[in-house]
T-cell receptor, first 113, second 115 residues
């Protein structure tokens, strides 16, 4: 079975600083991995995904993530935080059958002026 | 059109009421999902429909009854709910593994309050 662990339920950065949100996964097969963002009282919006191919994946809003098989990690980064990046971020892994996402516990990103 | 539309956006219901949540997508996706999300928690899978057939039921109480009338629509019928069922209910859809495009699109959710 797949599982996802997000280290740090809350991350606070200053505007303009580097954003690093950590995600580690467990999967018995090559995983499909996703990062979603959720703003208050909203649904989830896909930031980026890794399926196959290039391990550095670029997404929307300047975010990117790198799949590292040796570390079973898929950390999310952004070089310079904006106030509008404040939200909840979820890492997710898809199951073998391709019909179910398992989410990590989420990380709330706070951006200070 | 890459939208998943959920109605209503907000719903307040009593414990003896019967209500339904609706979800619609026109992306040609063949998998549709219901998730429940409590405050400050990740979404928890409730049901999966694949090609209009229920493929996953995550041991959800029978007071929640899903229905997939066609490939574009997904309903969640609610009856005799409890206050602890209050949550954000999210609908999602995805193309299905066959296309190798596994991105799931989520609706904005229905905020349900049971009183």
């Amino acid at each position: 079975a797949q599982s996802v662990t997000q280290l740090g339920s809350h991350v606070s950065v200053s505007e303009g600083a580097l954003v690093l949100l950590r995600c580690n996964y467990s999967s018995s097969v090559p995983p499909y991995l996703f990062w979603y963002v959720q703003y208050p009282n909203q649904g989830l919006q896909l930031l980026l995904k890794y399926t196959t191919g290039a391990t550095l994946v670029k997404g929307i809003n300047g975010f990117e993530a790198e799949f590292k098989k040796s570390e079973t990690s898929f950390h999310l980064t952004k070089p310079s935080a904006h106030m509008s990046d404040a939200a909840e971020y979820f890492c997710a892994v898809e199951n073998n059958a391709g019909n179910m996402l398992t989410f990590g516990g989420g990380t709330r990103l706070m951006v200070k002026p | 059109d890459t939208e998943v539309t959920q109605t209503p956006k907000h719903l307040v219901m009593g414990m003896t009421n019967k209500k339904s949540l609706k979800c619609e997508q026109h992306m040609g996706h063949r998998a549709m999902y219901w998730y429940k999300q409590k405050a400050k928690k990740p979404p928890e899978l409730m049901f999966v429909y694949s090609y209009e057939k229920l493929s996953i039921n995550e041991s959800v109480p029978s007071r929640f009854s899903p229905e997939c009338p066609n490939s574009s629509l997904l309903n969640l019928h609610l009856h005799a709910l409890q206050p602890e069922d209050s949550a954000l209910y999210l609908c999602a859809s995805s193309p299905g593994r066959q296309t190798m495009n596994t991105e799931a699109f989520f609706g904005q959710g229905t905020r349900l309050t049971v009183v």
